[in-house]
């Protein structure tokens, strides 16, 4: 049995965030109030490992993180992911916070993601040992049901055995379990604001407008 949890758990939010919109904050914020979370880590990544390269540099994806969530103070960014030039990889991640220099080996962690992104996950690298290193929290997103008979066989199983349906569990040992909580839906993706950007579309009122201004000035998308 792993040793009982310290500390208040800590959210790990990992994204391309291309660019970061209201549908991740309000994820952060409603994960950190449902989850009784000490506070949220967004960590931009820096080479998506499974996905085409982003139109914007990890750099300015990682401002824009900033700038959304600079009034937030149970928000911090880690860079870590940007600053290693190679492709992104959550358990390395993961695994590099709990170093005794970071969390360590026992502070409870919860990789924070949405229902698309966790049926996705056993295309993730090492995905099985995502749970040996910290919880799973699911969010709910609009078009993406949590459904056990849809999800891949092995990440069936997982679940089965590791879902609780109560997140005080997330403080009794510092990774393994698997909660899901409802978050306000909001149907915004990155991809939508990409198009809207790239069609000279207006995207306001999806994502802040200090990041809004930064994709302005930055001349970040053709056409907006
Ligand atoms: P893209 O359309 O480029 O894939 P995205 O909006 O899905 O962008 P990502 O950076 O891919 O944003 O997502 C980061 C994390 O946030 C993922 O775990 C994803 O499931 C979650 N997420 C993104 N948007 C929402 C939303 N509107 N509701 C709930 N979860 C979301
Ligand atoms: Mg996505």
Redo the contacts with the bound molecule.
Sequence with gaps: MPERAEERPLGI??????P?????L??AEEAADSLALAGVRWIP?GQ?AL?GT?QVTARQRLAMVRLAIAENRSFEVDTAEVDAERPSYTVLTLERLRQTDHCGPRRPLVL???????AGLPDWHRWQALLDLAHIGV????G?PIDITRLPGALADTYRDRFCTSSAVLTESPAGRIVSFA?T??????????TLLTTGRSPRYLLPDEVIAYIRSQHLYPEY
């Design positions: 939010f990992g994204g391309t965030f291309d970061v919109h209201f549908g991740h309000r994820l990544a998506p996905r982003p924070l993601v949405g229902a698309d992104a966790f969010a709910h997103r609009p993406f978050m839906q909001l149907a915004i993706s990155a991809t939508q604001i990409r």
